[in-house]
């Protein structure tokens, strides 16, 4: 079965789900063991954020390319790696995967680890397309599996604190969000742009499990190293940043998938080659609510940020944005009464704690409890989001979700 055969026959929920394992019994004293596949830069991050948490052992870990196989042997010296995923999901002794590999492989990746009965970690994005999404969302809700988005915000205080307030009445109806996301880059130098180190040939790189089933290319190290910047691998700094921010407006009001979106932007900052924009304006359009997102990669004054519009108050959520009178780095999350309907209300600073969100997977696992902080749907709901907003700027026109969901992947 190629790879769009086996997406598209789980998105029609084909036997694949029958075939899930029930849960697993955890390794001796309760051990999580767990397995990466994609050990990058984040997944060597996730990786060490895994490893802090009580009795988890990384006992496996596969990546394509020989020097990141090297690189995480320093972390995790007595790991058995692979280049080959399927290698390390055939073990039975993997209880738990962290999937952090390059976009366009997290579905792939995903399906077969639920397929072999092991609870998932995926990075964010959860999917490439939309139709991944949904063979995601069918999978994994047809399992006995845990599965944690990486979508870390989830776990945060401060989305604690904003549907708190938004529970107990204090923002009124709200018909708009704003928020936004800026960096800056050095002249010359283009967001995410990494070096291609002297060893990045196909000596030392699986090319086609790279490629994995798109159509066949030329080895292409700056392809390979910067995916980021290629629509065939990545959805850009919508799929990069903005589904940060849409899954934490999504869960904080209780959203789905929006009904329709228009997106305008273009490579403005860079013309380094990249296919995917810089400079982005998002129109996202629910139910008697309206979502904006804006980006740019040339200035960071304002960090980045929302702000939740209610007739009876707001709620402002920033970070690293520059106070334009003190010129402070500012970021927290502030309640402002609408004094108009709330006379007596008050300024309100969030208190809640963030939970570990790493922690909350591993606590999840243990006691076979399927809501972790970013389930599968929030997953596919962000995932929905981004895939619309990126389908309408291809497409240069307001796409509904009717036809975001019936169109044919242009990426
Ligand atoms: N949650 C966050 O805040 C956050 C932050 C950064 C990155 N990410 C996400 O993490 C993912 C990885 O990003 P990154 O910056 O680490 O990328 P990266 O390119 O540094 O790492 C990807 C790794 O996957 C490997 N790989 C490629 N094809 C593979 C295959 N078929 N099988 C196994 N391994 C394969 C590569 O060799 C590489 O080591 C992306 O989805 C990204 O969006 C999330």
Redo the contacts with the bound molecule.
């Keep these: 079965m190629n790879r769009r055969e086996f997406v598209e026959g789980v998105a029609a929920g084909a036997a694949v789900i029958a075939a899930y394992p029930s849960a697993r019994a955890l390794g001796a004293n309760n051990r999580i063991r767990i397995g990466l596949?994609?050990?990058?830069?984040?997944?060597?991050?996730?990786l060490k954020e895994a490893l802090l948490q009580p009795d988890v052992e990384c006992v496996a870990v596969?990546?394509?390319?020989s020097?990141?196989r090297d690189q995480v042997k320093t972390v995790v010296p007595g790991a058995e790696v692979y280049?080959?995923?399927r290698r390390l999901l055939d073990r039975k002794d993997v209880d738990a995967v962290i999937?952090?590999?390059?976009?366009h492989?997290?579905a792939?990746?995903m399906l077969a680890t639920l397929a072999a009965g092991k609870d998932v970690y995926c990075?964010?994005?959860m999917t490439w397309n939309i139709a991944e999404a949904v063979a995601c969302l069918h999978a994994a809700q047809n399992s006995r599996q845990v599965v944690q988005v990486?979508?870390?915000h989830e776990s945060d205080g401060d989305l604690a604190d904003t549907r708190k307030w938004i529970q107990d009445g204090l923002v009124g109806k709200v018909t708009m969000v704003e928020s936004w996301m800026s960096r800056n880059t050095p002249h010359g130098h283009g967001q995410w742009v990494?070096p291609v180190p002297s060893d990045c040939n196909p000596a030392h790189?699986?090319w086609n499990?790279?490629l994995?089933g798109r159509p066949k290319v030329e080895f292409d190290g700056n392809k390979?190293?910067n995916?980021?910047l290629f629509w065939e691998y990545?959805g850009g700094n919508i799929?990069?940043n903005m589904v940060?921010q849409i899954a934490w407006i999504q869960t904080a009001l209780n959203l789905k998938e929006p009904e329709a979106v228009t997106m305008s932007g273009g490579v403005f900052s860079e013309k380094d080659g990249r296919q995917v924009p810089d400079t982005i304006a998002v129109t996202m359009e629910f139910p008697d609510l309206v979502v904006l997102w804006q980006s740019t990669f040339n200035n960071t004054h304002f960090g980045l940020g929302e702000r939740i519009l209610g007739t009876d108050g707001t709620i402002e959520h920033i970070s690293g944005a520059t106070d334009m009178v003190t010129g402070k780095y500012t970021s927290g999350i502030n309640y402002y009464p609408e004094k108009l309907n709330r006379a007596d209300g008050v300024n309100l600073i969030g208190q809640a704690r963030s939970q570990d969100h790493m922690g909350n997977w591993m606590e999840c696992i243990r006691s076979r409890n399927q809501k972790t902080n970013a389930p599968i749907e929030v997953g596919y709901n962000s995932a929905v989001a981004a895939h619309m907003a990126n389908l309408a700027f291809r497409e240069k026109r307001r796409i509904t979700l009717a036809e975001a969901k019936a169109a044919k992947q242009i990426y």
Excluded: C, M
């Design positions: 596949i994609g050990a990058g830069d984040r997944g060597t991050q996730d596969a990546d394509v390319y020097r990141h280049d080959d995923p999937i952090a590999s390059p976009l492989l997290h792939e990746h990075e964010k994005t990486g979508l870390q990494r790189v699986n499990l790279f994995d390979f190293i995916w980021r990545s799929t990069e940060h």
